[in-house]
């Protein structure tokens, strides 16, 4: 990490030389009168005085799916998480500089974070349902959010495990415990459970890592369906998924955003020399 | 490999055949068979010696009349409902505030210093010895608040006791519920409440019926927590209210094996009440372990 990591303020000149590769959002004709649903502005990440991200600026469009791309321990993670403020729950962590969903600022004193986190899906890395059996998993996040009727949050967990390509599977056996799913199963049971709450943005966070390629066809083809009405952001270790499922592409390194543009130029024509060598795998 | 050569893996036959490594391996198995051996056969004595010793005077009048003749005859049916009622009166108080507060100092305080030495603190005072809070629970709740020697002080001074070991045994089992449980359930839009309620107790809820149980005996079997605040050494009464004193069988039996003129007589009644104690604590384990097993199986 950066020496001088410890500012006494959050925005500081970019140092110069030529690590300073912290790009502006590029505004390209095809962007520039797109809406745009998360707006990130000159943010710091600390946890506790290490810095895990730096200076970083982006725009999230709606209704596309950005990747996020970067050699493992680079901030992926730690970048989406902040978009539903899963950061907080993590001592010792602070942030500078502004994250805006459709305007308003998500760290704002004002801001109903529960309200924040239901708006903002997420799937994370390590799948993770509760104890607790299919059904209840997928009905959980209805149940919270106010759903009482039967009928229809019956409705609506079937229809979430139909788009999470689940049911099929396991339709016979609903109420039995999901921790008794494969890894696999487990994660598209944790897509199913996303779904169920209806998002505007859904942060999926290396979703088909533990997947098969039939089932990460199906989460690849779930994912370009969920576009039409949800932003995506999805966080890959695959160059082939996320040239083919993004529309834009973030490529990080050492918490810095070393590259962000459409998917189509940056993995065709990379402008900077650090994103083609990782792309062609010639990095380090 | 430029040049060097491979030297080849050797093959079976290749190793010596005397392996001081299973020799070692044998031993130490064999001391670890030892000290279970040793502990299985000193429980088993003791149970073996207290329930040929008891089984002999529990009959259907020693579970259900009271003493007569100066206790060497009758039953001991008042030190069974006294402990019943302490035992109950104490969990009741102990187990609602103890979870509330394990709950309070795993999730909504951030970890700093100052928690870590509360909790601390609450381990320590799980090792404070029991007679010391009999002469709190004498200043306070008989003397202070007035409640005399009665059922209410004896609970209050054994909730008291186990308030402790109930907080660190909730607060080790909502600990080791997975922040990834939490996570999922805040992502999905959840309150840190809702959370709580539905995702996080649940979970830890095995655990903390463990503590529970623990509990449970300990609070049946103290005595010295009783002596100055509930209990009494005679009663032909049953309770009437939380403020009548009560017979307990932890500190009948000290009374039948230090008071009294009758010996012989009172002896095996002694181990008469250390037998139902003994089978009070089993049932109530066995009925928390049922519990434990049914919400494991379900989800496990
Ligand atoms: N809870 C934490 N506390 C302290 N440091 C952390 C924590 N989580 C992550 N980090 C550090 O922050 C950096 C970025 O981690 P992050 O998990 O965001 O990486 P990533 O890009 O998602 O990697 P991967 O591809 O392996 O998932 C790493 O150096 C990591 O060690
Ligand atoms: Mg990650």
Same mark, same amino acid.
Not at chain 1, 66 to 77: H, L, R, V, Y
């Given at each position: 990490?950066?020496?001088?990591?410890?500012?006494?303020?959050?925005?500081?000149?970019?140092?110069?030389?030529?690590?300073?590769?912290?790009?502006?959002?590029?505004?390209?004709?095809?962007?520039?009168?797109?809406?745009?649903?998360?707006?990130?502005?000159?943010?710091?990440?600390?946890?506790?005085?290490?810095?895990?991200?730096?200076?970083?600026?982006?725009?999230?469009?709606?209704?596309?799916?950005?990747?996020?791309?970067?050699?493992?321990?680079?901030?992926?993670?730690?970048?989406?998480?902040?978009?539903?403020?899963?950061?907080?729950?993590?001592?010792?962590?602070?942030?500078?500089?502004?994250?805006?969903?459709?305007?308003?600022?998500?760290?704002?004193?004002?801001?109903?974070?529960?309200?924040?986190?239901?708006?903002?899906?997420?799937?994370?890395?390590?799948?993770?349902?509760? &104890?607790?059996?299919? %059904?209840?998993?997928?009905?959980?996040?209805?149940?919270?959010?106010?759903?009482?009727?039967?009928?229809?949050?019956?409705?609506?967990?079937?229809?979430?495990?139909?788009?999470?390509?689940?049911?099929?599977?396991?339709?016979?056996?609903?109420?039995?415990?999901?921790?008794?799913?494969?890894?696999?199963?487990?994660?598209?049971?944790?897509?199913?459970?996303?779904?169920?709450?209806?998002?505007?943005?859904?942060?999926?966070?290396? *979703?088909?890592?533990?997947?098969?390629?039939?089932?990460?066809?199906?989460?690849?083809?779930?994912?370009?369906?969920?576009?039409?009405?949800?932003?995506?952001?999805?966080?890959?270790?695959?160059?082939?998924?996320?040239?083919?499922?993004?529309?834009?592409?973030?490529?990080?390194?050492?918490?810095?955003?070393?590259?962000?543009?459409?998917?189509?130029?940056? %993995?065709?024509?990379?402008?900077?020399?650090?994103?083609?060598?990782?792309?062609?795998?010639?990095?380090? | 490999?430029?040049?060097?050569?491979?030297?080849?893996?050797?093959?079976?036959?290749?190793? *010596?055949?005397?392996?001081?490594?299973?020799?070692?391996?044998?031993? =130490?198995?064999?001391?670890?068979?030892?000290?279970?051996?040793?502990?299985?056969?000193?429980? =088993?004595?003791?149970?073996?010696?207290?329930?040929?010793?008891?089984?002999?005077?529990?009959?259907?009048?020693?579970?259900?009349?009271?003493?007569?003749?100066?206790?060497?005859?009758?039953?001991?049916? &008042?030190?069974?409902?006294?402990?019943?009622?302490?035992?109950?009166?104490?969990?009741?108080?102990?187990?609602?505030?103890?979870?509330?507060?394990?709950?309070?100092?795993?999730?909504?305080?951030?970890?700093?210093?100052?928690?870590?030495?509360?909790?601390?603190?609450?381990?320590?005072?799980?090792?404070?010895?029991?007679?010391?809070?009999?002469?709190?629970?004498?200043?306070?709740?008989?003397?202070?608040?007035?409640?005399?020697?009665?059922?209410?002080?004896?609970?209050?001074?054994?909730?008291?006791?186990?308030?402790?070991?109930?907080?660190?045994?909730?607060?080790?089992?909502?600990?080791?519920?997975?922040?990834?449980?939490?996570?999922?359930?805040?992502?999905? =839009?959840?309150?840190?409440?809702?959370?709580?309620?539905?995702?996080?107790?649940?979970?830890?809820?095995?655990?903390?019926?463990? =503590?529970?149980?623990?509990?449970?005996?300990?609070?049946?079997?103290?005595? !010295?927590?009783?002596?100055?605040?509930?209990?009494?050494?005679?009663?032909?009464?049953?309770?009437?209210?939380?403020?009548?004193?009560?017979?307990?069988?932890?500190?009948?039996?000290?009374?039948?094996?230090?008071?009294?003129?009758? !010996?012989?007589?009172?002896? &095996?009644?002694?181990?008469?009440?250390?037998?139902?104690?003994?089978?009070?604590?089993?049932?109530?384990?066995?009925? !928390?372990?049922?519990?434990?097993?049914?919400?494991?199986?379900?989800?496990?």
């Amino acid at each position: 990490m950066d020496k001088q990591a410890f500012p006494h303020t959050a925005r500081r000149p970019q140092s110069a030389g030529r690590q300073s590769p912290a790009q502006s959002p590029q505004k390209t004709d095809d962007t520039r009168d797109m809406a745009v649903r998360i707006r990130v502005r000159n943010i710091d990440f600390y946890y506790g005085n290490s810095r895990a991200l730096e200076k970083i600026d982006m725009d999230i469009y709606k209704n596309r799916v950005t990747a996020m791309i970067g050699p493992s321990g680079c901030g992926k993670s730690t970048f989406i998480r902040l978009f539903n403020r899963m950061n907080d729950l993590i001592p010792h962590t602070r942030l500078d500089g502004l994250i805006e969903l459709d305007n308003r600022d998500i760290y704002s004193s004002g801001a109903d974070v529960v309200d924040i986190r239901r708006r903002v899906g997420m799937v994370f890395q390590k799948p993770n349902p509760f &104890p607790k059996s299919i %059904f209840e998993n997928v009905a959980y996040g209805l149940e919270v959010n106010g759903i009482r009727n039967k009928k229809l949050k019956e409705a609506r967990v079937v229809d979430s495990l139909k788009k999470a390509a689940l049911w099929e599977e396991i339709k016979d056996r609903i109420h039995e415990s999901a921790l008794r799913l494969s890894g696999g199963q487990q994660q598209r049971l944790c897509i199913a459970r996303c779904l169920a709450v209806d998002p505007e943005v859904i942060l999926f966070d290396e *979703p088909c890592a533990s997947l098969d390629p039939i089932s990460t066809r199906k989460i690849e083809e779930l994912l370009l369906e969920l576009k039409e009405s949800y932003t995506i952001v999805i966080v890959t270790h695959n160059m082939q998924q996320a040239a083919r499922v993004s529309d834009y592409t973030a490529f990080l390194y050492m918490g810095k955003l070393i590259e962000f543009g459409e998917t189509q130029k940056l %993995f065709t024509v990379p402008r900077n020399k650090m994103t083609e060598e990782y792309l062609t795998g010639k990095f380090g | 490999m430029n040049g060097t050569k491979t030297v080849p893996f050797p093959r079976a036959g290749g190793f *010596p055949k005397f392996h001081l490594r299973n020799l070692t391996q044998r031993i =130490g198995f064999f001391f670890l068979f030892l000290s279970v051996m040793v502990t299985v056969l000193f429980l =088993g004595v003791l149970l073996v010696f207290i329930v040929a010793r008891g089984i002999q005077v529990v009959n259907w009048e020693f579970l259900t009349q009271p003493p007569r003749e100066a206790m060497t005859a009758g039953g001991v049916a &008042p030190a069974i409902l006294g402990t019943f009622y302490l035992t109950l009166g104490a969990i009741l108080c102990a187990l609602p505030l103890g979870v509330a507060c394990a709950i309070y100092l795993v999730e909504y305080t951030p970890k700093s210093y100052v928690v870590n030495l509360i909790r601390m603190s609450i381990n320590n005072l799980a090792g404070v010895p029991s007679v010391v809070f009999g002469l709190f629970g004498l200043a306070i709740f008989v003397k202070f608040f007035n409640f005399g020697v009665s059922i209410l002080s004896g609970s209050l001074t054994l909730a008291i006791m186990v308030l402790p070991s109930i907080i660190s045994a909730s607060q080790e089992s909502l600990l080791a519920v997975p922040q990834s449980y939490r996570e999922a359930s805040l992502a999905l =839009g959840a309150s840190h409440w809702q959370t709580i309620r539905k995702v996080v107790i649940p979970t830890a809820l095995p655990g903390i019926l463990t =503590g529970v149980i623990l509990s449970i005996g300990r609070v049946a079997g103290e005595t !010295a927590p009783i002596i100055f605040t509930a209990a009494t050494f005679y009663t032909r009464m049953y309770p009437s209210s939380v403020f009548s004193e009560v017979m307990a069988l932890p500190y009948h039996i000290y009374a039948l094996m230090t008071e009294g003129v009758h !010996a012989d007589k009172q002896a &095996p009644i002694a181990f008469g009440c250390a037998f139902i104690l003994l089978c009070l604590v089993l049932c109530v384990s066995a009925i !928390a372990i049922y519990i434990r097993q049914k919400q494991r199986s379900k989800y496990g």
